[in-house]
């Protein structure tokens, strides 16, 4: 039995299914780990299994009650992937969003610092989706031109992002 191509081809969906009865990622992401190193210990690595899918979904199972009796405060409940998708809060933390505010605030002051001809051009390029073609017609200047002063600004904000990061 090939012990890395199972976990290729069934890790995701025991930890689905383990999410789908009610466990946090990081739970499900433990007890689908439990479940191959159950394997590997039972001697697994010369087993054949007919089913692999079926035994591996009842180790986590079982991994999980085990779970649960060691743990009685944590509830086991049965929720559809819907209902998991719809109770899944896709909103950054605090810590993630005052960063992203930030990263915001040293692009809003990186693209300031431009000359006004090349800030327009990255904002008509980037910002407004207007083609190179477009922007050159309207600055009266070559499409060449344009892009390098497009390819300027995404380096000056580049470097004032990594400015930041440091």
Do not use: C
């Not at 605090?94 to 930030?102: D, G």
């Not at 207007?130 to 995404?154: F, K, N, Q």
């Amino acid at each position: 039995m090939d012990l890395p191509a199972l976990f290729r081809r069934h890790a995701t969906d025991i930890g689905s299914s383990l999410r789908a009865r009610g466990v946090s990622a990081d739970v499900a992401a433990d007890i689908t780990q439990d479940v191959f190193v159950k394997l590997l210990a039972g001697g697994g690595g010369t087993t054949v299994l007919h089913n692999p899918r079926a035994y591996l979904k009842r180790i986590a199972l079982n991994l999980l009650v085990d779970r649960h009796r060691r743990e009685p405060g944590a509830a086991l409940v049965e929720l559809s992937p819907a209902l998991l998708d719809e109770i899944a809060d896709e909103a950054p933390d605090a810590e993630r969003a005052a960063a992203a505010r930030q990263r915001l605030a040293v692009v809003e002051a990186a693209l300031a610092e431009l000359p006004p001809r090349t800030r327009r051009a990255f904002e008509q390029h980037r910002l407004g989706e207007r083609s190179l073609a477009e922007i050159a017609a309207e600055l009266e200047v070559s499409t060449a031109r344009v892009w390098a002063m497009v390819r300027d600004a995404y380096g000056h904000v580049k470097r004032r992002l990594d400015e930041h990061a440091e």
